[in-house]
């Protein structure tokens, strides 16, 4: 099978196309390098031995994407291409709105044109906003506090009207808790633009020594130790539940929404000092603020994952830290075209 991966040069991308091409799938990549590096689709051909068919351009850009289609025998999409920076998505909302929402109207056009129906779509917990409690399962009610937020949310709910527009689509929509960790080889990782806004790359710059100090956004939430408790996961366990997902599509199964997490929750303290143990140092730290729009708790009910994929996330939270610290440690300042 081949598939097409959009956004496929950034962070998940890159974890997804090398466990694709493991387990025997064909990769086409799109991006447009506007937040990643080419390099990152070179590292992953050579951890696999195998080729990734890459296209630098937009998804903005309708006649690209049908000659891609015409070019490529593509059996499904995987959708990542979008921006992701909250803070940012507040700034310039027309941006947000464009690239994400606009982008994705012109890739379903494109493959519905080109006859390619079956769909993975990248989502995130931002669209349950501050969940009435925890676990949190696919059915709670949906909410959004920013633009960036706006467009998952705008995206899922087209995806809903295509879908009962026409019942010969495969969606599958896969709404990510907090990916962190990198590729246990230290080649591939996440590579924010300037300071990272996440916990994770942040903290990751500080045990690197790129960054001084970390921020921990209030310490006053209700919580056991008053800092934010999340879901993290590790990329390379998100990447493996795309390559599940892409095996539901081929059993039509019209559209389903999962939640991709662990279903354990870890503060921001407990995350500096499972940091410290895989670094082996003290991380200096100092508590600020809260950040606006941020919630006190937020962690995944998975199983519907378990029972209809087969899915589970398997590596620790020691693992993650373990692994973000390799990929950091080895590549301090990224990819090398930043
Ligand atoms: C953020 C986004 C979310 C997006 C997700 C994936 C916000 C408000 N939410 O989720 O919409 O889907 O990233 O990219 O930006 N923290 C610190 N210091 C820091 C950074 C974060 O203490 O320097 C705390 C936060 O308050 C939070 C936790 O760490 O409690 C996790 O933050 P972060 O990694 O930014 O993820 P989310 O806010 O959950």
Same mark, same amino acid.
């Not at 979008?82 to 056009?109: D, M």
């Not at 494109?110 to 917990?125: D, I, R, Y």
């Not at 949906?142 to 495969?170: C, F, H």
């Given at each position: ?52 068919? #890459? ?24 959708? #990542? ?15 947000? #709105? ?41 059915? #709670? ?67 690197? $020594? ?15 130790? $008053? ?37 354990? $929750? ?73």
């Amino acid at each position: 099978m081949k598939i097409l991966v959009t956004g496929g040069a950034g962070y998940i991308a890159s974890h997804t196309n090398l466990e694709l091409l493991n387990a025997g799938y064909e990769v086409v990549a799109i991006d447009n390098l506007s937040n990643s590096c080419m390099e990152s689709v070179q590292r992953v051909e050579k951890l696999t031995g195998k080729k990734i068919q #890459f296209y630098e351009g937009d998804i903005l850009d309708k006649e690209y994407l049908l000659r891609i289609f015409a070019i490529e025998k593509i059996d499904a999409v995987i959708h #990542f291409a979008g921006l992701k920076a909250v803070g940012e998505s507040c700034a310039i909302p027309l941006k947000y #709105f464009n690239n994400n929402v606009s982008g994705t109207i012109t890739l379903l056009e494109a493959m519905k044109e080109s006859n390619v129906q079956n769909l993975v779509f990248s989502s995130s917990a931002t669209v349950y906003g501050d969940p009435v409690s925890v676990p949190v399962t696919e059915d #709670f009610p949906l909410s959004v506090a920013n633009p960036y937020g706006r467009t998952k949310l705008m995206i899922e709910e087209m995806l809903n009207d295509l879908y009962q527009s026409d019942s010969t689509w495969n969606i599958a929509v896969l709404r990510y808790f907090n990916p962190i960790g990198a590729h246990e080889s230290g080649e591939i990782g996440e590579d924010p633009n300037g300071i990272p806004n996440n916990l994770v790359p942040f903290v990751a710059k500080v045990a690197a $020594g790129v960054l001084d100090t970390i921020n921990v956004f209030g310490d006053d939430y209700d919580t056991p130790d $008053g800092t934010g408790i999340r879901d993290y996961i590790h990329v390379v366990d998100l990447a493996l539940g795309h390559i599940k997902a892409i095996e539901k599509l081929v059993t039509n199964p019209g559209l389903v929404t999962y939640n991709l997490g662990t279903g354990v $929750g870890y503060s921001v303290l407990d995350i500096i000092h499972n940091y410290e143990k895989a670094c082996n140092k003290k991380l200096p730290y100092k508590v600020t603020a809260r950040r606006p729009g941020d919630i006190a708790t937020s962690y995944a009910d998975s199983s519907k994952a378990l029972r209809e994929l087969g899915w589970r996330a398997e590596r620790s939270i020691d693992k993650m830290c373990e692994d973000s610290y390799r990929w950091q440690s080895r590549n301090p300042n990224g990819y090398l075209c930043k």
